[in-house]
């Protein structure tokens, strides 16, 4: 499942970013230093977020830094939700603690998409939600939001 290109996202769908933030604030989210990067004004507001980084000196103003997704985890272990939100390796990493899955799935194919989301495996996850397909009014791609729980 493609979901990057060159450091941005593919699609810039102004509800699934509205759903994004609706999920997200006050909560934790956990990302790669690369998405970190991606972002254009800084640390996201109202929300704790750890950047993962292998350099031990990078320095990401308004966000604590980890070396290591378990580093990251063990931040977050007293917090009811916390989010991890890219990019492809770090979902990679993430996939096996993860419980739940907030995806919006997008009816295209990117050819030069260049960051994928990891294999599901259908056997280890249920749908428990599931949107009406939508419209993207600027870009005209149609897509859906599902939510999956780990069984």
Same mark, same amino acid.
């Given at each position: 499942?493609?979901?990057?290109? +060159?450091? &941005?996202?593919?699609?810039?769908?102004?509800?699934?970013?509205?759903?994004?933030?609706?999920?997200?604030?006050?909560?934790?989210?956990?990302? !790669?230093?690369?998405? =970190? *990067?991606?972002?254009?004004? !800084? $640390?996201?507001?109202?929300?704790?977020?750890?950047?993962?980084?292998?350099?031990?000196?990078?320095?990401?103003?308004?966000? *604590?830094?980890?070396?290591?997704?378990?580093?990251?985890?063990? $931040?977050? *272990?007293?917090?009811? *939700? $916390?989010?991890?939100?890219? !990019? +492809?390796?770090? #979902?990679?990493?993430?996939?096996?603690?993860?419980?739940?899955? #907030?995806?919006? %799935?997008?009816?295209? &194919?990117?050819?030069?998409?260049?960051?994928? =989301?990891?294999?599901?495996?259908?056997?280890?996850?249920?749908? %428990?939600?599931?949107?009406?397909?939508?419209?993207?009014?600027?870009?005209?791609?149609? #897509?859906?939001?599902?939510?999956?729980?780990?069984?």
């Amino acid at each position: 499942m493609a979901i990057g290109r +060159g450091g &941005d996202l593919l699609f810039h769908i102004s509800e699934d970013l509205r759903r994004f933030k609706a999920l997200t604030m006050g909560h934790p989210i956990i990302m !790669g230093r690369k998405t =970190f *990067e991606s972002f254009p004004n !800084g $640390a996201l507001p109202g929300r704790s977020n750890i950047v993962i980084t292998r350099q031990v000196d990078y320095v990401a103003n308004g966000a *604590e830094t980890v070396g290591s997704l378990q580093q990251a985890i063990d $931040a977050v *272990e007293q917090c009811d *939700e $916390a989010f991890v939100i890219g !990019g +492809g390796e770090i #979902y990679t990493q993430a996939l096996p603690h993860a419980s739940k899955l #907030y995806l919006t %799935i997008i009816d295209a &194919d990117v050819a030069d998409a260049d960051t994928f =989301f990891p294999q599901i495996d259908p056997a280890q996850w249920e749908k %428990i939600e599931e949107s009406e397909v939508k419209q993207d009014p600027r870009s005209g791609a149609t #897509y859906r939001f599902i939510c999956l729980s780990r069984k």
